[in-house]
């Protein structure tokens, strides 16, 4: 299963109402939706941050590139967490 902390799950939100973002949206909408049904899947973490040790997925369209911060729930490994969906930074 598939959990958000408040802040993503309002970005994501905000982001499917904004059809100027639609693309965007999309790529963010698939990628929830690979972390739900297996968030295992090697491509799924191929990149880490150590401190905090989070896995990141970029997604981008023509104009902006985001990333996705998860981690495997604590409590129940079958879970996923995004902690961070919004703008690449450090890209």
Same mark, same amino acid.
């Given at each position: ?9 309002e ?14 949206? /999309? ?9 739900? *049904? #297996?968030?295992?899947? !090697?491509?799924? &973490? ?11 997925i ?5 104009t /902006? ?9 604590? *409590? #129940?490994?079958?879970? !996923?967490?995004? &902690? ?8």
């Open positions: 299963m598939l959990r958000f902390d408040p802040e993503p799950a970005v994501y939100r905000t982001l499917r109402k904004n059809a100027a973002q639609g693309e965007l949206f /999309d790529r963010v909408r698939q990628v929830c939706g690979e972390l739900n *049904d #297996d968030h295992g899947q !090697a491509h799924l &973490r191929r990149h880490r941050f150590t401190q905090p040790p989070l896995w990141y970029t997604v981008a369209d023509r /902006d590139i985001w990333v996705i911060l998860w981690e495997q729930s604590p *409590d #129940d490994q079958a879970d !996923a967490i995004i &902690r961070y969906i919004g703008p690449a930074s450090f890209a």
